[in-house]
Structures are given as structure tokens and as C-alpha cells.
């Protein structure tokens, strides 16, 4: 499906390479649309009542009513798959993508500006953290990680094992409360930093696909998900993993944890996954249309936002 290959475009991509940063002949725009909300979405941030979601061909939206309706960002200066949005306050914020492009927004969504992009090594990224406003991470293909230490003004691309063993996919990075950050890569890997991600360490499971994601529990347990319905936990920061009972063989992509607690994990083909014991075990729920969704958020009335190939689709909690 297209939202795949728009999400992992991993088999068939060139090398890493050595090209450097291209800014100053990005010309094209992203395109507006007025169905901007119903093209493919692939993340979301949610922040001071607003919500951010981003997508192909630079697609980038905003809504100021819990999702109950849309509008596009002014300027987008660039029409590269967007994979993943994060917010470090209710007006700076970024998205990252395929060739390696990050969007700086300084007015809470409304327009941005490329703040960097190499296409030589066709390397996209997939996720973003900032511990604070001046410091961030981006991650990426081929054991990619990119670092600011100026607000995103200026990036440094790096590798996350600079011993050149591993060249692992990272598709996510998460961060606990005490400052701990993970990175959800391919063949069952995770990897750990203690340091403000100067250093990471690699973490092993028992499972040899990929991980897509996860996230930090309220508990404190940390919870990854990836393909064919796979879910692992861990209650010892890392040190050991547990798989979740799902009963199903449908990959995951999204999750969000409820104010409630309660866990809701949402991926291909309809699924949705909601657990009701942190994380231990997950009840399954097909959608009648099938459709395949990358990111879930709380919406408005209880209801819950998908965001995937059709674009912004609504779910009642099962």
C-alpha cells in the first residue's frame, strides 16, 4: 500500500553517501488542496488544543477543534513525503522526511521553512525528539541520526553505531520522563541512550522483525510495537522484554495512551488494538473498511482520530 512504501521506502534505497545539505534550490511548494485532510497521513502532534498532522507531498494540516475539521498550512516549501511532526512548545515545531528534509515552523503550524535536506543518499527520516528547545534528534535509514543543538537552525548528520557494524532502519525515537530516549529499529533491535542520545546502546529482543514504534507508559513501562502484530514490553527499562498476547498477524504503526490509561494501537488492514492492562495483552477490532492507518490520537466526544491512506478517519473506542 501506498502509506507503506511512503513510511518504510527501506528495500531499494541507495547508500547512505556523502552529499550535504541541499537548501537553496528547493523550489517546489506543496500543493494546496481542499481535501487536504482526506490524502495520506502518516503522523501527528497534538499540542495546547491544536492538532499537526503531516504526509505525502508535503501535505501538512492543522485543526484547532479536536479534529472536527481542518485547514492547510500556508506555506510548505517542499512536496516530500513528511513521516513524522513533533512540537517542542504551542509555536516551534518540525517535520522531517524522505531526503533527509527537515521543516522548521516558528508560528505553531501555520507556515515553515526548509531548514535542511540531502537527496544525494535518498536517506529518509522517520522520527524526531527534542529534549528541550534547543536540543534535538532526528532518526532515520541506514542507522542515520541527526542532532541540533541550536533549535533546529542547523543540523549535523551522524550515524547511531559509529562503528559502522550496524546500519540498522530506525523508524521512531521516544523519550521517558527521566530523560531516557529510545529508538524502535529493524531486526528486533532497540536501542538506549542514558546521555541526552550522545550514546546509544543496543538492546536485543527475541524477535528478528522490525519495530515501528513506541512509547513510555504512564506506569513507566516501556511499550514497542512493529510488524505482524508483534508487541513487546519492558518493566526494567530495557534490561528484558515480554511479548504481549495480540492474536493478530497484522503490523502495527500507531499508538496513544488514553488519559484513562487505557492503550490503543492501530495499524494495517483495519486494525485496531486496545489494552486495558498496561500493555500485558490487547483485545483486536477490524474496521469494515480495511483501511490502513500510520498514527491514533483522542479526538473530540471520546472518539478517537486515525490518520493513514485515507486521510483523517474517526473510530469509536471499541
Known amino acids: 500500500m501506498r502509506w507503506i512504501l511512503a513510511l518504510a521506502l527501506m528495500a531499494g534505497l541507495g547508500s ?3 552529499g550535504t545539505a541541499a537548501l537553496a534550490a528547493e523550489k517546489e511548494m506543496a500543493r494546496a488542496s481542499q481535501l487536504a485532510n482526506r490524502a495520506l497521513l502518516l503522523d501527528y502532534a497534538a499540542f495546547g488544543g491544536r492538532l499537526v498532522a503531516v504526509g505525502e ?78 536540543r534535538g534528534l532526528a532518526v532515520g535509514a541506514f542507522g542515520t541520526i541527526m542532532r541540533t543543538e541550536n533549535g533546529g537552525k542547523t543540523w549535523a548528520s551522524d550515524l547511531i553505531d559509529d562503528s559502522g557494524e550496524d546500519d540498522y532502519h530506525l523508524n521512531a525515537i521516544f523519550g521517558a520522563r527521566d530523560g531516557t530516549i529510545y529508538v524502535a529499529a529493524e531486526a528486533g533491535s532497540i536501542y538506549k541512550s542514558t546521555d541526552a542520545g550522545k550514546t546509544f546502546r543496543l ?10 514504534n513506541g512509547m513510555v507508559l504512564d506506569s513507566g513501562r516501556v511499550l514497542i510495537w512493529g510488524m505482524r502484530g508483534n508487541v513487546y514490553y519492558s518493566d526494567t527499562q530495557g534490561q528484558t522484554w515480554i511479548k504481549a498476547q495480540t492474536a493478530t498477524d497484522r503490523s502495527i504503526m500507531g499508538g496513544v495512551q488514553l488519559p484513562n490509561g487505557r492503550i490503543v494501537l492501530t495499524g494495517l488492514l483495519g486494525l485496531i488494538l486496545v489494552s486495558d492492562d498496561n500493555g500485558s495483552s490487547f483485545t483486536e477490532t477490524v474496521r469494515s473498511d480495511r483501511s490502513s492507518f500510520a498514527a491514533v490520537s483522542r479526538g473530540a466526544d471520546g472518539r478517537l482520530i486515525l490518520y493513514g491512506d485515507p486521510g483523517v478517519s474517526w473510530q469509536d473506542l471499541p
Not at 538492546?203 to 515501528?212: I, K, R
Open 16 to 18: 547512505l553517501g556523502g
Open 57 to 134: 507531498f508535503g501535505n501538512i494540516i492543522y485543526s484547532d477543534d479536536a479534529g472536527r475539521s481542518w485547514a492547510q498550512a500556508k506555506s510548505v516549501p517542499s512536496r516530500t513525503t513528511l513521516t513524522n511532526v513533533v512540537f517542542v512548545n504551542q509555536k516551534l515545531g518540525f517535520a522531517v522526511g524522505h531526503d533527509t528534509a527537515i521543516l522548521r515552523t516558528e508560528d505553531g503550524g501555520d507556515t515553515w521553512e526548509l531548514v535542511y535536506k540531502d537527496d544525494s543518499g535518498e536517506v529518509p527520516l522517520f522520527g524526531t525528539l527534542f529534549l528541550d528547545e534547543e
Open 203 to 212: 538492546l536485543s529482543t527475541d524477535y528478528e522483525g522490525s519495530f515501528w
